[in-house]
């Protein structure tokens, strides 16, 4: 049972057009949600994240916007920039654990 | 620079035959991870030590066991592979009175099963 999806498996965006990859989540119980990013040959990285008591949350070209009644979370990037091209992973977790729970990752494709 | 370090970065072994996953950090974090993740799905969660405390999830099956001697160093030992156990394999840390969601990942081991 996936309990965080991830429905696209790649995006590509334009280099400066924004970048809207997509999260859904099935399990109430999650109250923070994370994105990492993910380059070739290495391991995840972490790159911002939201409180359930929050709705957006904003770092510098990032933001990740939540919808708790919808159980879906975005993250934008805007601009876009070819750097940006790796594959991103949303995750979740509950407060009363320190288990997270990944989501598929979406590869987002930046061209110029 | 402080790191999560994973050796080998690629393991070949045969069907049946026991192999060892090391993960090293220099962060001086108290919590480490292991995950597996099989091409196109997510990370999975296998274990993870929270100081030298072992804890398992329900799924993860009896083939795969975790050591950690000490604060830096996580062995991840599958006794008998099987095929379906080739994957990548992530190690990650995280600092207890920080934010434990903040995991530090290594660039994972690339298992092979033949």
């Known amino acids: 049972d996936q309990q965080v999806k991830q429905n696209s498996p790649s995006l590509s965006v334009q280099e400066g057009r924004i970048s809207i990859l997509n999260c859904d989540y099935t399990?109430?119980?999650?109250?923070?949600f994370l994105w990492y990013k993910k380059y070739p040959a290495e391991g995840p990285t972490f790159l911002i994240s939201i409180s359930s008591i929050k709705d957006k949350n904003e770092d510098g070209r990032f933001t990740v916007f939540l919808n708790k009644s919808a159980k879906h979370l975005s993250l934008h990037i805007v601009p876009s920039q070819p750097g940006d091209s790796a594959v991103y992973f949303c995750a979740a977790l509950t407060g009363t654990a320190s288990k997270l729970t990944f989501g598929t990752g979406t590869r987002l494709q930046v061209t110029l | 620079d402080a790191m999560v370090i994973q050796n080998p970065r690629y393991q070949v072994t045969q069907f049946g035959k026991p192999v060892t996953l090391s993960c090293s950090q220099t962060?001086?974090?108290?919590?480490m991870y292991w995950y597996q993740q099989k091409s196109s799905q997510a990370p999975k969660l296998l274990f993870h030590?929270?100081?030298?405390?072992?804890?398992n999830e329900a799924d993860t099956p009896d083939n795969f066991q975790s050591r950690r001697p000490n604060t830096s160093f996580c062995f991840l030992d599958i006794r008998s592979p099987g095929l379906g156990d080739a994957a990548m394999y992530l190690c990650a840390t995280s600092r207890d009175g920080g934010t434990l969601y903040e995991q530090y990942f290594g660039p994972g081991t690339r298992l092979t099963v033949t």
């Open positions: 962060l001086n974090h108290n919590v």
């Open positions: 030590y929270y100081d030298k405390d072992f804890n």
């Open positions: 399990n109430s119980m999650f109250d923070y």
